[in-house]
C-alpha cells in the first residue's frame, strides 16, 4: 500500500489518556483512481480483497459508500451513495466496515475495548471514534491521530496509589491530570526525596525541581494505577510516534536525560536505562551535551547505542521523536531529521506494551531548568507502516 504522510491535529472528546488494547481493527485499502463525480458509483481500489456486498461498506474522506458488487480480479466495487456525497482523490485512505462498525450517534464516556471496533463510525456525522482505556476518544479521519498536550494550565498531583497527599519520598510513585487535551494523565516516579518535578505553568512543564545533585523524575504518559498497560501494544497496534520540544537552559546540570518508549510497568532505581529490558530512546548522557539514541530488545538489557551528531546547547529546543512500527520496530527523529541507526537495532516483541517515557537524573546543584513545551502521541490511521 502507498504510505500517506501528512499529519493533522486534532481536538479530544474525552478527557482521559488512551493507552491500547486488543480490540479488533478495521482493514483499509486505497483508491485506485480517482472518483471524479458525486453520482459515481464505479470505485477502484487498490484490493478489493475482505470486501464482501451488501455486507461491507466503505469508508472514504467523511463519506460511507454501501457495496452491492465486488469483482476481485479487476478490484473494482459498485456502490450504492446516499446522504453527503463527494468526489475523493486518488491514495485517499478508505476504511473497510464490518458489521457493528457504523453506529447511529456520537461517542462519549465509558466503553468496552475487547467488544468494540478500530475505528467505530458514526454514520450520521461521519465521525470517527476509537475505545481507549475504557473512554471513547475521537480521531482524526485522514492519515494520524494526534494527541498532544501543551501545558498551558497547572496539573492537578496526588499519591498514585490512592489519590491522597501527593509523595515526595524517594521513589514515590504520584499521578498527575492535566487539563487539556490528551495525553492528560501521567504517572511519574521520583529518585531521591524532592519537592514535585511535576511542574506545568504557562506552557512549559519543569521537570527538574530545585536542581540537586542526584534527583530526577521518570514521567510516563500512562495512567499506571488503573492497570500495566499501554498506548501501543506490538502486532496489534498501528504504528505509533512520540514526540516532545524540550528546553534546557543548562546542560551541564544534566546527568541523564532521556526520552522514548518503554515496556509498560518497568520501573528502575537512578534511571539507568541499561537496566531496562525493552525500549527505545534519545539519551543526552552526560554533562556535555551528548546525544545518543539507544534501544533494548525484549529481555536484552539496553546497550545498543549510537552516537549522533548534535550536541545538546545551553538554553537550545530540540525535538525530540521516537516511532514504533507496528512490528515493533524503532526509528529515531531529531528536530525533523532521521537519525542514523547502526546498532541501536533493538526492537519490541509482539504483545509487548509499550508507554512514551520521559526521564531525569540531575548532575549538580544547579538548576538545569529542564522544561518540556508540548508532548505528543500520534497514530498511523491506515495499516502503512513509518
Known amino acids: 500500500m502507498r504510505l500517506r504522510s501528512f499529519v493533522i491535529t486534532v481536538s479530544l472528546l474525552a478527557l482521559f489518556v488512551g493507552p491500547v488494547q486488543a480490540q479488533t481493527t478495521l482493514n483499509t485499502t486505497a483508491l485506485a483512481s480517482a472518483v471524479t463525480s458525486t453520482s459515481q458509483r464505479s470505485i477502484s481500489l ?15 474522506g467523511s463519506e460511507l459508500m454501501v ?8 478490484n473494482v466495487v459498485q456502490v450504492s451513495r446516499t446522504g ?26 465509558t466503553c468496552t475495548t475487547t467488544a468494540t471496533f478500530r475505528p467505530t463510525i458514526n ?15 475521537e480521531r482524526s479521519s485522514t492519515a494520524y491521530t494526534v494527541y498532544r498536550q501543551e501545558f498551558n494550565a497547572p496539573c492537578f498531583a496526588s499519591e498514585e496509589a490512592d489519590g491522597t497527599v501527593e509523595l515526595v519520598s524517594d521513589a514515590g510513585e504520584n499521578r498527575a491530570i492535566c487539563p487539556g487535551g490528551a495525553p492528560n494523565i ?16 504557562g506552557g512549559t512543564l519543569d521537570i527538574d525541581n530545585n536542581g540537586a545533585d542526584d534527583e530526577g523524575v521518570e514521567i510516563a504518559a500512562s495512567d499506571i494505577a488503573v492497570s500495566v498497560s499501554g498506548w501501543v501494544e506490538t502486532g496489534t497496534s498501528r504504528a505509533a510516534y512520540t514526540r516532545a520540544s524540550i528546553t534546557i537552559a543548562s ?3 544534566t546527568d541523564n536525560l532521556y526520552f522514548g518508549w518503554k515496556l509498560a510497568g518497568a520501573v528502575v532505581d537512578n534511571n539507568v536505562l541499561e537496566t531496562i529490558n525493552t ?15 539507544q534501544t533494548a530488545d525484549d529481555g536484552t538489557d539496553a546497550d545498543d547505542e549510537d552516537d549522533q551528531v548534535v550536541t545538546w546547547a545551553d538554553a537550545e529546543t530540540h525535538v525530540l521523536e521516537v516511532r514504533v512500527s507496528e512490528a515493533g520496530v524503532f526509528t529515531f527523529f531529531i528536530d525533523g531529521l532521521a537519525s542514523t541507526i547502526a546498532t541501536a537495532t533493538g526492537a519490541a516483541a509482539a504483545g509487548d506494551l509499550l508507554v512514551p517515557v520521559l526521564g531525569l537524573l540531575l ?17 498511523l490511521n491506515d495499516t502503512s507502516e513509518f
Open 46 to 60: 487498490d484490493s478489493a480483497s475482505n470486501i464482501t456486498a451488501n455486507t461491507n461498506q466503505l469508508y472514504v
Open 67 to 74: 457495496v452491492t458488487s465486488v469483482n476481485t480480479t479487476t
Open 84 to 109: 453527503a456525497t463527494s468526489t475523493h482523490g486518488v491514495d485517499d485512505i478508505v476504511i473497510i466496515t464490518q458489521p457493528g462498525s457504523v453506529v447511529g450517534g456520537d461517542l462519549s464516556g
Open 123 to 137: 454514520a450520521n456525522t461521519s465521525r470517527l471514534y476509537d475505545c481507549s482505556a475504557g473512554y471513547w476518544q
Open 186 to 201: 501521567f504517572t511519574y516516579r521520583l529518585d531521591g526525596a524532592q519537592a514535585t518535578p511535576f511542574i506545568s505553568r
Open 251 to 253: 546542560v551541564s546540570g
Open 279 to 293: 525500549g527505545a530512546w534519545y539519551h543526552l548522557n552526560d554533562t556535555a551535551g551528548n546525544i545518543e539514541i
Open 363 to 379: 548532575a549538580s546543584d544547579a538548576d538545569a531548568e529542564v522544561n518540556v513545551n508540548w508532548w505528543e502521541v500520534g497514530y
